[in-house]
């Protein structure tokens, strides 16, 4: 079946270091790529998204491209923040079932 | 973008009652919503699916039961956990599915959290 594999956390970075979040999928067929973040007790919020082989989704200086031939979708970030502090979830969609499969989650803090 | 909200945000109750949770999907019309579970720095684990009109779809180990959901609307589902116990107890999220071709994706509320004393 599908499934998300995400690093493990925690990851603890400073403020304006660079982010690199792996995640790796196994999926049949031409799933969708998500980030999901989720900040303490809130529900989670879409950050980016690829639909396509070599799409880059991007949002609030994040980005991540979809590699088809690694199947691989790594979250990075040039410069972090401290607002950026939050667990960041890799998911697919394989576009069938409209189910999401979520990764492990990633914790991130970034320190002052 | 779109909104999803859940309500109420957080409840506690006593073992034995039950208690219903509404998702309600607040500028556009979802035909699918999803329940999921998440337990404490875990990760969000599907619980059902909820089709418009129709019965819900259980993931395996959910008992149909025990989590009653209703879609009765295109902007409104609703679980129930009946006779909740401790065990119960959890961060529950909703989702709204939005179809809109290509860009179709789920919008999550923002949880409600259980506990059952």
């Known amino acids: 079946g599908d499934s998300v594999t995400q690093m493990e956390g925690p990851v603890t970075l400073s403020e304006e270091a660079f982010l690199t979040i792996n995640c790796t999928y196994t999926a049949t067929g031409y799933p969708s790529l998500f980030w999901y973040v989720q900040y303490p007790g809130e529900g989670l919020q879409l950050l980016l998204k690829a639909t396509k082989a070599d799409d880059k989704g991007s949002n609030k200086g994040f980005e991540a491209t979809y590699r088809k031939e690694t199947t691989s979708f790594h979250l990075e970030k040039g410069s972090v923040q401290v607002s950026d502090s939050a667990v960041y979830f890799c998911a697919l969609d394989p576009g069938s079932a409209r189910q999401l499969t979520f990764g492990s989650g990633t914790q991130l803090t970034v320190l002052p | 973008g779109a909104v999803v909200s859940q309500h109420p945000s957080w409840v506690i109750c006593k073992s034995g009652t039950s208690v219903k949770i509404e998702c309600r999907s607040l500028?556009?019309?979802?035909?699918?919503m999803f329940w999921y579970r998440q337990f404490p720095k875990q990760s969000l684990m599907l619980m059902a699916t909820?089709?418009?009109?129709?019965?819900?779809?259980?993931e395996q180990g959910v008992e149909k039961d025990k989590f009653l959901i209703n879609h009765a609307s295109l902007t409104l589902s609703t679980l129930t956990v009946t006779s909740a116990h401790p065990e119960d107890s959890s961060f529950y999220i909703c989702?709204?599915?939005?179809?809109?071709?290509?860009?179709?994706?789920?919008?999550f509320g923002p949880g409600t959290r259980l506990t059952v004393l």
């Open positions: 909820s089709n418009e009109g129709s019965k819900a779809t259980y």
């Open positions: 500028d556009f019309q979802a035909t699918t």
């Open positions: 989702s709204a599915y939005r179809d809109r071709g290509l860009a179709d994706t789920q919008y």
